[in-house]
């Protein structure tokens, strides 16, 4: 392997009903390096190249990629189109969309848990909430200003979901992750 291919994050490859071969490996390993700008967050990666055996002539490639980060293991799975041979595969646009598919994940989980923009304290807003649902644990508020804000029952303090109703006032800080996303959210007492 050239020095230039030397991976900075842990990689792990493992083949399933098929030959390792290293041609995939090298395939895997440089779509792989897309991840390093991850790498102060990323504790392991494990890349499973498998060969789905859909009938006696065909085959099916599947890439499973697992990413430890602190807190969260993230999986992104790929597969391509079943063919007369493994070799004959799209093996790099297979394991190319499942690397792209964790470049996505990650980026949310790490703006999410590591990066928020956290809004200073006179940055609360008040809001009335206009969509609740129950199962799912989410919720839209919408400020005065017609502003509209996702929220989901970890943004307000505990047992404080069950007790809101749509048209109950709010207040809440605003975050940007992916979209916008109000957090801390409180119900606003009566007479408030």
């Known amino acids: 392997m050239a020095e230039t291919d030397a991976l900075q994050i842990p990689l792990d490859v493992a083949f399933q009903g098929m030959e390792a071969t290293p041609h995939i490996d090298h395939q895997v390993r440089r779509q792989v ?51 007369d041979a493994v070799e004959r595969a799209d093996v790099y646009g297979v394991i190319r969309e499942a690397v792209d598919v964790a470049i996505r994940q990650l980026d949310a989980y790490i703006s999410k848990h590591f990066h928020p923009e956290k809004p200073q304290a006179s940055e609360r807003k008040r809001a009335t909430i206009t969509y609740l649902d129950r199962e799912r644990r989410v919720g839209q508020l919408e400020t005065d200003a017609g502003e509209t804000y996702d929220f989901d029952a970890e943004a307000l303090p505990e047992g404080a979901f069950d007790s809101l109703h749509e048209g109950s006032a709010v207040t809440f800080e605003a975050v940007r992750v992916s979209v916008t996303e109000a957090t801390r959210v409180h119900p606003v007492g009566e007479g408030a």
């Open 33 to 83: 390096k897309k991840l390093e700008r991850f790498r102060q967050h990323i504790t392991n990666v494990r890349a499973v190249v498998e060969a789905q055996h859909k009938s006696a002539h065909k085959a099916q490639l599947h890439i499973k990629l697992e990413i430890s980060v602190p807190g969260k293991l993230i999986v992104a799975e790929r597969e391509g189109r079943p063919h």
